[in-house]
């Protein structure tokens, strides 16, 4: 697996952070992350795709493999994955994501020490840190 951070780095030392709403319309893809900031304190960022074409979310207890490679230890939540992630890497029947495939769309994966999504789409996330 191979990728990429973006946005703004998390607070260093460990706590819970968490994806608090998703809001899929004809506008896009909204994802608000309730974390904390470099300095400690709390924030909010919100992902806009534009365009998503997939996306999935899980508990971070069922990404085992995404953890054990150790790319996502890093102070972030957002990942460009370039390789091996959930579209072009984890095993899947015959026939599923076959348009996304067509497409060659990218994928991002948001990280929080709870839920986490896997996104494809053909552009990166807006990310904007919200006022509390």
């Not at 819970?16 to 924030?43: R, T, V």
């Not at 497409?103 to 053909?122: H, L």
């Amino acid at each position: 697996m191979e990728v990429e951070e973006l946005g703004p780095l998390y607070f260093d030392e460990r706590f819970e952070s968490d994806i608090e709403s998703i809001n899929d319309s004809a506008n896009g893809l909204f994802i608000i992350i309730e974390s904390k900031n470099e300095l400690g304190k709390d924030m909010r960022l919100k992902l806009s795709f534009e365009l998503s074409m997939a996306y999935r979310y899980l508990d971070e207890a069922d990404l085992s493999y995404y953890w054990e490679t150790r790319l996502f230890s890093s102070r972030y939540h957002v990942y460009r994955i370039l390789n091996g992630g959930w579209s072009n890497g984890e095993p899947r029947h015959k026939g599923v994501m076959v348009f996304t495939d067509a497409c060659r769309n990218k994928e991002y994966f948001i990280a929080t020490s709870n839920g986490c999504m896997n996104v494809v789409s053909d552009n990166p996330p807006v990310i904007e840190i919200l006022n509390i």
